[in-house]
């Protein structure tokens, strides 16, 4: 099997199993929040985030994975960052109607390809933009019903599409820079993110619900819904972070949307949540949009793969003609002066990771 393939079958696991957590743990979260009325939103996020850390501690005890350390002022901007987007996002679904809330969301991919076309100089194709439009119009359709505006909500909404935005090409971005998995950038980042929303997140979810998460009468029932939320979420944090590092944040955004498209569609199945031709016919858009945006991405993929190997084959065939060359690329040749030849052995390179 060629790493293409290899490539191509690790991706379309880490979209699968993000696919399969969230909708997991959504269901599990409306059980707990809907049925049993635990509404602490920020605080259960900062204890997903602590059972996180715990099970990646526990993995690299057992050298599932190898502990990589690198610039620990990026570590703590990010994971902080990424507590502060969370803690937004939960504020502005608690001072917004739902409507706009999604109209939050929906405005995240749009700014994540201006971010990244402005400081990356990252260019998107017009059959690609064109396919994020079918999939963000399907998407409206489907969950945007009333649009109450207010200045205070207006201003999280803002601060949290912009603060999620950055995190996640931070994600992406920070992997490759510092060459680390997403394992072990989650496992360094986790601390970080859940501190930053253990302190805060009573204070929020007061604010919010008015009422106070340490005096909940936590039954036998609700303790399972949590525990069992919190091993779900072990597997949601980990597939974000596989997915946004071997794609893109825009990817990871579309794979939320089909998510809360088939999250809709389990709600009415199993739930038996109200549903009407909108959420329908929305739902198809919404999967068009994203049969065509994959479609785009896998022709262009293709096409870059084939420019770069049509790039790499004559400087090859060059390097076989000059031995100055050849040597420089590691091919051990070298003159031994007589006439011949004799071969070195090649430079080994070591991987960090």
């Known amino acids: ?57 526990v993995a690299l005890w057992m050298k599932m994975f190898e502990h990589k350390p690198f610039d620990p002022r990026a ?22 109607s739902v409507g706009f809330y999604q109209m939050t969301k929906l405005a995240i991919i749009p700014c994540t390809v201006l971010l990244e076309t402005l400081f990356f100089r990252k260019m998107f194709s017009r059959k690609i933009q064109f396919s994020l439009t079918i999939l963000l119009l399907g998407v409206g359709i489907a969950t945007v019903t009333d649009l109450q505006l207010n200045m205070l909500g207006s201003v999280l909404s803002l601060l949290a599409v912009i603060t999620t935005c950055v995190a996640q090409i931070m994600t992406n971005t920070i992997q490759k820079k510092f060459k680390v998995s997403s394992t072990q950038l989650l496992y360094q980042s986790c601390p970080y993110q859940a501190i930053t929303l ?15 998460v340490f005096a909940f009468k936590y039954t036998s029932q609700v303790v399972f819904f949590i525990v069992l939320s919190c091993l779900i979420s072990v597997s949601v944090n980990f597939s974000t972070f596989l997915v946004i590092g071997k ?75 000059d031995p100055l060359i050849a040597v420089e690329n590691g091919s051990g040749v070298l003159s031994d002066g007589g006439g011949g030849v004799q071969k070195t052995a090649a430079p080994q390179r070591i991987r960090g990771d």
């Open 1 to 57: 099997m060629s790493e293409g393939q290899k490539f191509q079958l690790g991706t379309i696991g880490a979209l699968s199993l993000s696919v399969v957590s969230s909708v997991s743990i959504v269901i599990c979260n409306k059980a707990l929040i809907s049925t049993l009325g635990f509404t602490f939103a920020t605080t259960l996020t900062s204890w997903h985030l602590l059972v996180t850390f715990c099970s990646l501690h």
């Open 75 to 96: 570590v703590m901007g990010f994971g902080i960052l990424n507590g502060i987007s969370i803690g937004l996002l939960n504020l502005s679904l608690g001072f917004n």
């Open 198 to 212: 253990f302190v805060t997140g009573p204070f929020l979810d007061g604010l919010l619900t008015n009422q106070n």
């Open 247 to 321: 794609t893109s944040p825009v990817t990871y955004q579309v794979l939320g949307h089909l998510k809360t498209c088939l999250v809709l569609a389990f709600g009415y199945v199993l739930l038996k949540d109200p549903f009407n031709w909108r959420n329908i016919l929305g739902i198809m858009v919404a999967v068009i949009g994203m049969v065509v945006y994959s479609y785009f991405c896998s022709i262009e993929t293709q096409q870059k793969a084939t420019e770069t190997s049509s790039t790499q084959l004559p400087q090859m065939k060059e390097s076989e003609k």
